[in-house]
């Protein structure tokens, strides 16, 4: 994946994969719409509640929350971004085309 820096903020190229996985998550089961994917995601994969999604979803308010004490930004976005990746290398680039 392309680094991108602090100053632009976590880059999420809606692949959608991460939204497809809450089934797996006891904590989203409420969001689970059967198949393991969350109920508010949109076809074009984007979030139905954005303005209102719970904290696990958003990168920066999870990281002021829980975990600016432990790490800095920077650090913080690397894991996602590494999380980002293994997501796409098990079940490709997302947009709802790739095995699930
Ligand atoms: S896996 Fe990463 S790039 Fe894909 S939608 Fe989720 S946060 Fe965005
Ligand atoms: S609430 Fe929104 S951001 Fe969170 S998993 Fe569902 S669609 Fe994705």
């Known amino acids: 994946m392309e680094a991108h820096t602090l100053s632009e ?5 809606r692949c959608g994969l991460c939204c497809r996985k809450v089934g797996k998550f006891p904590f989203m089961k409420e969001f689970d719409r059967g198949d393991g994917a969350c109920k508010h995601l949109k076809d074009d994969n984007t979030c139905a509640i954005y303005e209102n999604r719970p904290t ?3 990168v920066d308010r999870l990281y002021e929350e829980r975990f600016k004490d432990d ?3 920077d650090e913080w976005y690397r894991l996602q971004y590494e999380g980002c990746r293994e997501l796409k290398e098990e079940n490709g680039n997302g947009n709802g085309r790739e095995r699930f």
């Open 56 to 58: 696990v979803c958003n």
């Open 71 to 73: 790490m800095t930004r």
């Open 9 to 13: 903020g976590f880059h999420c190229d």
